[in-house]
């Protein structure tokens, strides 16, 4: 599904999801005065709408993704917002640029207070039409990426004896599984074991690790390649038990939260913002009534987007 075609069938439901990021919302101004944030991911959906709320609560922020056009037009947006902003283009699956991405928050401002890990990469198959390479280019992305990012942080904090705070974004389907979404499901139960394993081994150094698994929070990006079509979008509303989809402040809101001095004693936790799904099923079991002609040409639209 093109951009153009996702924006005709949920444009609604994006624009009503991106709406709320650019204030403070209800947190006091300064919340996040004089820090500096590095977001991988930062250039578009979930990780821009946070870029822009922590911009709105004094954070500076340094972002990094593959596409310079999007890394610049969000730091134009935080400086509009009042704040300060830097970007590197990077791809986190090389451990090189993902620590040169680090050094930029130095380099720049002269210090990182915390880091957001929500890179990714995702699309819908059979397990058995997935080639080594697409498994590869997830697990790099989401896991590795993480790592690289979170291990050069934490190294520069540990020898500057700085303390230090990082959001990972994982799913409900870290701890559950997911069928037809096997490459991210594997990547991000790492993530999680990841999160909880630095929280234990750094919480004496004063970092500390947390994440949020979000649920259905339409993004211009990739709700597109994960909710094709307008009938399984209203098919995936109707089965959370909020009756909407999420919003992209939920998600920002609680991300502040986490990530500022206010949540000093919390390390190690996954929060789910889902409007309930998990309690009721994650929303991707309903793929597996689809018939093998659904998988068939998804399998030839990704074989034509390689070709493109």
């Given at each position: 599904m093109s951009e153009q075609d996702f924006r005709s069938l949920a444009s609604q439901d994006l624009v009503a999801a991106e709406e709320g990021v650019a204030g403070p919302g209800p947190f006091r101004k300064d919340l996040f005065k004089d820090k500096v944030v590095l977001i991988t991911g930062g250039g578009t959906g979930l990780g821009r709408s946070l870029a822009l709320r922590l911009a709105h609560l004094g954070a500076r922020i340094v972002a990094g993704s593959r596409n310079e056009e999007n890394l610049r037009k969000v730091c134009e947006e935080v400086r509009a917002a009042g704040s300060e902003a830097s970007y590197r283009v990077t791809n986190v699956r090389d451990a090189?640029?993902?620590?040169?991405?680090?050094?930029?928050?130095?380099?720049?401002?002269?210090?990182?207070?915390?880091?957001?890990?929500?890179?990714?990469?995702?699309?819908?198959?059979?397990?058995?039409?997935?080639?080594?390479?697409?498994?590869?280019?997830?697990?790099?992305?989401?896991?590795?990426?993480?790592?690289?990012?979170?291990?050069?942080?934490?190294?520069?904090?540990?020898?500057?004896?700085?303390?230090?705070?990082?959001?990972?974004?994982v799913t409900t389907y870290a701890w559950t599984g997911s069928a037809f979404l096997v490459p991210s499901a594997a990547a991000k139960a790492g993530v999680l074991a990841l999160t909880r394993s630095l929280a234990v081994e750094w919480a004496r150094h004063g970092i500390r690790l947390n994440a949020i698994a979000p649920g259905p929070i339409p993004t211009a990006g990739a709700w597109g390649h994960l909710v094709p079509g307008s009938g399984m979008e209203e098919m995936v509303k109707e089965h959370l038990p909020v009756g909407r989809f999420g919003k992209h402040a939920d998600f920002c809101d609680l991300g502040a939260f986490l990530l500022s001095?206010?949540?000093?004693?919390?390390?190690?936790?996954?929060?789910?913002?889902?409007?309930?799904?998990?309690?009721?099923?994650?929303?991707?079991?309903m793929l597996r009534q689809l018939p093998p002609e659904f998988w068939e040409e998804m399998a030839s639209a990704r074989k034509g987007h390689k070709g493109s």
């Open positions: 090189t640029q993902a620590s040169q991405l680090v050094a930029e928050a130095w380099d720049r401002f002269g210090r990182l207070d915390g880091v957001v890990n929500d890179a990714a990469g995702n699309f819908l198959a059979r397990t058995q039409d997935i080639s080594p390479k697409g498994f590869q280019a997830v697990v790099e992305t989401v896991l590795h990426g993480t790592f690289y990012v979170t291990q050069a942080a934490g190294q520069r904090w540990l020898r500057e004896k700085r303390v230090g705070s990082v959001l990972n974004v001095d206010a949540a000093g004693y919390i390390t190690g936790e996954c929060v789910v913002v889902d409007g309930g799904e998990w309690l009721v099923g994650n929303s991707f079991q």
